[in-house]
């Protein structure tokens, strides 16, 4: 066990305090330094006398405050309600203009408490398509290693669906290119490393799950997911909307189901040759309960132990390392025995990609 796991998945009394910390941390090395402003601000409200529902439930908080992104739900409300302008008090935060932050936020929370509380019911639904880059980075890899180049993808966690239209994107990775010229959206990370090998993949077909599924055709959902951008990133709101159109035009292929449940029903499912099938995930394995977790990682192991040449396997994860706030993208894939590769590091939303000189060996998050 590996002492990210052990510290992101704490619980007790200090947890709820180290928790906030932990973000604010995270968002300034993420380049968000008005959420890290608004993640302090509500700290500091805990840490105060004040007290009211949404409070008392946040300092009570029963599961692991960190690992159920317990401070991003609060900031998640308080963005809403900036973004709905009906208080107009947080403007001056969201600007990044000097402020009284707790006094302002504090006062916010004390009026608003019903309108925030139901934000907590919930895990932040942060889909982002600037991370398909570090999917088809890992693609274009298993394909350099010999695997199949026609993609069969299986996304847990899939929100929305944005993601999942992957394939509907043109990326520049260090000079390598991949998709179509006139896509509807280009991303071109900054570039850290050796670029990947230039390949030619297809992706067969995609389809993902969500135990809360969002609907981009319906405004009242798409302003719920924007309310979880982070609003320095202000090139995210304009790929929403693009992603909005998009889902419009041809809606992911997505069910309304568990990780564990989804991962078994597809693997079970038959393979064409020729194929290889992917599951992936980003930014969510955190969020699935651990004997789902186990279950997963069991179904996984078991078709990789059934995978052949011409129906290999492999997992895809891009998930939070909470200690030295980045991502990391890790692949493992069969047949021939179980192989796990960190393939690099990456910025939360895609601004940048840093692959490793030589991909190593990768403790898994589990």
Not at 330 to 335: A, C, G, I
Request: a negative charge.
């Amino acid at each position: 066990m590996s002492y990210r796991y052990q510290e992101i998945y704490t619980r007790g009394e200090s947890a709820v305090a180290d928790a906030f910390h932990n973000q604010v941390l995270y968002c300034e090395a993420n380049g968000a330094p008005v959420t890290a402003r608004v993640v302090a601000a509500i700290a500091a409200v805990l840490a105060s006398p004040f007290d009211n529902a949404f409070v008392r439930r946040v300092r009570a908080w029963s599961g692991a405050p960190l690992a159920d992104a317990l401070p991003l739900r609060g900031a998640g409300g308080l963005h809403a309600l900036h973004l709905a302008g009906g208080e107009p008090a947080l403007d001056a935060i969201y600007r990044g203009e000097p402020a009284d932050d707790a006094g302002v936020i504090g006062e916010v929370i004390a009026r608003r408490e019903t309108d925030l509380l139901p934000w907590l019911d919930g895990p932040p639904q942060t889909n982002e398509a600037g991370r398909s880059s570090n999917f088809i980075f890992a693609l274009l890899w298993l394909a350099e290693q010999g695997l199949p180049a026609r993609f069969e993808c299986l996304e847990l966690g899939s929100s929305a669906g944005i993601n999942l239209m992957l394939a509907r994107y043109h990326y520049d990775l260090g000079g390598v290119t991949v998709g179509a010229s006139d896509a509807a959206m280009r991303f071109k990370p900054e570039w850290r490393g050796p670029p990947p090998a230039g390949r030619t993949i297809e992706i067969v077909s995609t389809r993902g799950c969500d135990v809360a599924p969002v609907d981009l055709a319906d405004p009242a959902q798409a302003l719920r997911l924007k309310a979880y951008v982070w609003p320095e990133h202000t090139e995210r709101f304009a790929r929403l909307e693009i992603a909005i159109a998009e889902a419009r035009k041809s809606a992911p292929q997505m069910v309304a189901m568990d990780a564990a449940t989804f991962v078994e029903t597809e693997l079970a499912k038959p393979q064409a040759p020729g194929t290889t099938r992917v599951v992936m995930h980003s930014i969510m394995w955190q969020y699935v309960p651990h004997d789902q977790q186990a279950r997963a990682t069991v179904a996984i192991e078991a078709a990789g132990a059934r995978a052949t040449a011409d129906k290999p396997l492999a997992w895809i994860s891009l998930e939070a390392n909470r200690t030295f706030h980045h991502h990391e993208l890790t692949v493992r894939y069969w047949p021939g025995g179980e192989r796990r590769v960190k393939l690099g590091t990456a910025h939360a939303h895609g601004a940048w990609l840093a692959a490793l000189d030589h991909p190593e060996p990768s403790a898994w998050p589990d």
